[in-house]
């Protein structure tokens, strides 16, 4: 083989190589893409450059290595397949009898594992609107998984606690600052069973709300826990 003939099939090589690894960038990015939420709606719904607070709850322990997870996403999606979800998870999932108008079950999160321990999450908001403007929502976690319960990571601005059926539930109003200098506010509630299953309730009150909105809310939070009610089969 003549030297010229080495160099083309040299060259050759080095574009094969070179699609190959282009290849796999474009399937690595795209896959990025996809586990990073990018085709559906953040949550909790947010407007452009919103800061987000932590979800309640997501402070917990990792499942176990050997879980499944159940995801709906969508409103229409998320009712269908809610009630056949329930019937997989390893404790009495708590739903809530009264939501805030307007509110539906846009999506949930099952994740269960081989010790017969779960989480479920289920988040109410409102369709998307345009231009994008903040939404309210609700969110409720719950995990028969042993919780420690913590004081909120963020100073809350007021709290308290109150007793429906036996349980003591404390509370707390959350401020998230955001970048144009208003503040959105979070009322979020949390207790624990006697069955030994731990909730926690949270909902948006909105950006520098009044009092009287932050009074609506906190009525509005202590309406969703007072019909908490366990699903039996």
Do not use: C
Not at 15 to 33: G, K, P, Q
Not at 69 to 91: K, M
Not at 100 to 108: D, H, M, Q, T, W
């Amino acid at each position: 083989m003549s030297a010229y003939s080495r160099v083309v099939q040299g060259r050759a090589r080095l574009l094969a190589v070179a699609a190959i690894l282009v290849a796999l960038v474009s399937a690595t990015t795209a896959l990025v893409s996809v586990m990073s939420g990018e085709a559906g709606p953040q949550w909790p719904p947010t407007a452009p450059a919103e800061v987000l607070p932590e979800s309640e709850g997501a402070t917990g322990d990792l499942p176990a290595p050997d879980f499944e997870r159940v995801t709906a996403v969508g409103f229409a999606r998320a009712s269908s397949s809610l009630a056949e979800a329930l019937d997989n998870v390893p404790f009495a999932p708590r739903l809530p009898g009264h939501i805030p108008g307007g509110l539906s079950l846009e999506r949930f999160y099952l994740t269960t594992s081989a010790a017969n321990e779960g989480t479920l999450e289920l988040y109410y908001t409102t369709p998307v609107t345009h231009p994008p403007s903040p939404r309210p929502a609700l969110h409720v976690w719950q995990t028969n998984r042993k919780h420690q319960a913590e004081e909120p990571a963020q100073k809350p601005t007021q709290g308290g606690s109150f007793v429906v059926a036996g349980n003591t539930w404390r509370y707390w109003l959350l401020p998230y600052p955001q970048p144009d200098g208003s503040v959105l506010e979070l009322y979020a509630a949390e207790a624990t069973m006697a069955d030994g299953v731990s909730l926690s309730v949270d909902i948006r009150v909105g950006h520098d709300p009044t009092d009287a909105e932050r009074e609506q809310w906190l009525s509005e939070i202590f309406r969703v826990i007072e019909t908490l009610a366990p699903v039996t089969p």
